[in-house]
């Protein structure tokens, strides 16, 4: 077992750049590299041509038990890609472009594989970074098959030579090795859709989604047409009075304004980008331009770089960058996941202040892959997803109320004004730059020393012990109550009797709706309770350290201030408790619920659940006593994790959706659960109207449905070891 230490990089990168061994070499035998892991940008190995895809966490810890993977055999869909990009386009542009293409075209649990002679105009960074963003277009697994330029990304980050000659000579005997010019190697696919790399211009996604791309020359309009429009993924619903308002404040003993647009937060981070050295060191390059040219900007705005390893940060100091980085606010200030999950810190209290007592819709613009409500900042209502580059270019600018085509970024102190055009690379000199800077002996100088590089890591003392010692005064690890009423014989399948929903939600529910893992808001149950345990608020961290305390995350679910909640019609971590009509605290409703004995249910819309693998999505709820959720659809990983802890996924028949039926969700619903159980059958759903509703129980596979009988994965294992 090879143990890789925390602070040393982000799991996806360190995996392309040193542990993905693409082909096994066992005494003699090869065979192909594959790899499941617990995080949904594990597909990001798929660019290196190692077959890869994210699990739960639940079903991982099954694994480690020795449990299998079941799983239905997937369609394969072809996405071929035609001509080249344009000079000045990045891989981030591509991936966003792929992205809202792939959401459209619907790919949620199925594989697909990338062909046709535009893959060979891509790097490994490029493919890899298309092939991590996987998640946000909803598919399994998204592969490039290896060829001469996988070949050539081995040997660049430091791979012996003889594995470089049996990966190629095993890989060629078995048909794997593709050349992708020759459209006679091409595999049959379900369906093949096209993408002409030409086609892609400089974009970003957002303001709440990844798959909603803007043209970057569209981006003032349409953030100006996002703030008046309904409540929605496009939509912020400001009064068009209040549209042109603005806010004064004092910063470092100066002045600034803030208004819609303004940009408060600017991070080049996560494993989609900082992998990538053609966008970080164009970033570089932009910003060695941008000092130069006299630009710099706002101190107020919270900056930060966190790479994927520290081999970014070595080719960065290598090529001259670094130093330009810093001086516009992009220091290192670690390596790991961090504003894409959620993990900026506060911003300046001047800058919130001016942000919630105006209501204004201030921004993050960022590099990574999710920018769902509630995520990166609760101040920052509208985020962006960006390349490195667009990151730097906002930040100077300080809005993205701004058209880069006609309106400077910045005036120098002479009085120049300097346009984006001006400091712009393009992609030849990037590449140049990186053929020079980025080489072998960086990621062997570098990863020789990975695991013994962390001193307060190499400090710690292991306990002997074969069982956790656990520490009730501890209020970041608990024994969680998952196994409390658990019997050594199993239980018949029980009907969900007369539930109450405790929320009525739409379309697109993440799991940072479900189970955020940022901070703690001072006025939230998790907050009560660790006040009640004598913590101040400066103590509370984040709902991700504390995942560990079920007490905590079970108050933490559905924590998010940005869930929209239909019983209330507007943005709140609240719910209505149907029987005495009273608005409360998800958490606080769902007790209440418990403690009169009364099963819970939740309505959603389509693709519920998208988003992070987080398993404590399907924990929290089942905590909360929530028995099934009747939704439109399921991402993969959150339907999994949902009949890992043994809660009903429920979905509407072709057509059908809460509205269609007449569904308000102030009705009590009965599960008629029959004996005998088989794969995807439809149940009947009773309600107290009189009303029966027909749905499809979407446990997909026999080992699912055994699963759901156990009252969960966990409990599955369980019984299982003790048969031993």
Not at 120 to 132: E, G, V
Not at 335 to 361: F, H, K, R, W
Not at 475 to 486: A, E, G, Q, R, V
Not at 513 to 537: D, E, K, M, Q, W
Request: glycine content about 8%; charged content about 20%.
């Amino acid at each position: 077992m090879r143990i890789i230490p925390p602070g040393s990089g982000i799991v996806h990168q360190v995996n392309l750049e040193y542990l993905a061994r693409v082909v096994f070499d066992q005494d003699g035998f090869y065979y192909p590299d594959s790899l499941v892991g617990t995080d949904s940008h594990t597909t990001m190995i798929d660019g290196l041509g190692v077959l890869g895809w994210g699990v739960g966490g639940i079903e991982a810890e099954a694994v480690m038990l020795g449990q299998p993977i079941s799983m239905v055999l997937p369609e394969v869909i072809g996405y071929k890609l035609l001509g080249s990009p344009g000079p000045l386009v990045t891989s981030t542009d591509i991936v966003l472009t792929v992205t809202k293409h792939l959401r459209q075209v619907g790919v949620v649990g199925k594989f697909v594989e990338f062909f046709g002679p535009g893959v060979a105009q891509l790097s490994i960074a490029d493919r890899a970074t298309i092939a991590n963003m996987c998640p946000e277009y909803g598919a399994t697994a998204a592969f490039f098959p290896v060829d001469h330029i996988s070949v050539k990304y081995l040997e660049q980050t430091g791979r012996d030579e003889d594995k470089l000659n049996y990966i190629t000579q095993y890989l060629k005997a078995v048909g794997m090795f593709r050349d992708f010019n020759d459209s006679s190697q091409d595999p049959d696919f379900t369906e093949v859709v096209e993408l002409d790399l030409s086609t892609v211009v400089s974009c970003c996604s957002g303001p709440k989604r990844p798959q909603d791309k803007v043209a970057v020359t569209d981006m003032k309009k349409d953030f100006e047409s996002c703030l008046g429009a309904k409540q929605g993924f496009k939509g912020f619903q400001v009064a068009p009075k209040h549209q042109t308002v603005s806010a004064s404040f004092e910063y470092n003993g100066k002045e600034y304004k803030l208004s819609h647009g303004s940009v408060v937060i600017a991070a080049i981070t996560s494993c989609t980008n900082t992998s990538n050295p053609s966008v970080m060191l164009g970033a570089g390059l932009l910003a060695k331009r941008a000092v130069q040219q006299g630009l710099s900007m706002k101190p107020y705005i919270k900056t930060s770089l966190s790479p994927g390893s520290g081999v970014v940060t070595y080719y960065l100091k290598e090529s001259g960058v670094m130093d330009y980085l810093s001086q516009l606010g992009f220091e290192v200030v670690g390596y790991g996941c961090m504003t894409c999950i959620g993990n900026s810190g506060p911003l300046p209290e001047p800058v919130v202040e001016a942000i919630t007592q105006n209501d204004l819709v201030a921004v993050g613009i960022l590099s990574g892959n999710r920018n769902f409500e509630g995520r990166v900042h609760p101040n920052t209502r509208a985020n962006y997803l960006a390349s490195p580059l667009l990151v730097i270019a906002y930040a100077i600018a300080g809005t993205v109320c701004i058209d880069f085509e006609t309106e400077p970024l910045g005036i120098n102190p002479q009085g120049k004004k300097i346009f984006l055009r001006d400091i712009w690379p393009s992609r030849h000199e990037i590449q140049e730059v990186e053929r020079e800077h980025v080489i072998p002996v960086m990621f062997k100088e570098v990863y020789e020393k990975i695991e013994k590089v962390n001193e307060r890591w190499n400090e710690l003392n292991s306990p002997s012990d074969k069982l956790y010692t656990w520490n009730p005064k501890s209020t970041y690890i608990k024994s969680p109550p998952f196994f409390d009423n658990l019997t050594i014989d199993l239980q018949p399948p029980k009907s969900i009797t007369d539930a109450y929903v405790l929320l009525n939600l739409g379309d697109s529910v993440t799991t940072d709706h479900i189970s955020p893992a940022g901070n703690i808001a001072r006025n939230s149950p998790a907050a009560r309770y660790l006040t009640g345990r004598g913590l101040t608020p400066r103590e509370f961290n984040s709902y991700g350290s504390r995942r560990g305390n079920d007490a905590v995350m079970a108050r933490g679910t559905f924590a998010n201030i940005r869930l929209f909640n239909k019983f209330l019609n507007k943005q709140a971590p609240q719910t209505l408790h149907i029987p005495s009509e009273e608005t409360l605290d998800v958490f606080d409703a769902a007790e209440r619920y418990h403690q009169a004995g009364l099963p819970l249910l939740i309505l959603a819309g389509k693709e519920y659940g998208s988003g992070s693998s987080r398993d404590w999505a399907a924990k929290g709820p089942f905590l909360l006593g929530i028995k099934a959720v009747l939704a439109e659809s399921y991402e993969r990983i959150h339907r999994s994790n949902l009949v890992g802890m043994g809660v009903f996924p429920l979905e509407y028949l072709p057509g059908d959706t809460a509205e269609s039926l007449g569904l308000t969700g102030r009705e009590r619903y009965t599960v008629v659960i029959p004996e005998k159980l088989t794969p995807r059958m439809i149940v009947d759903i009773k309600l107290d109207t009189g009303k029966t509703v027909k749905a499809r129980m979407r446990f997909d596979t026999d080992v699912e449905l055994t699963y759901f009988l156990n009252g969960g994965i966990l409990n599955y294992m369980i019984r299982k070891m003790l048969e031993k």
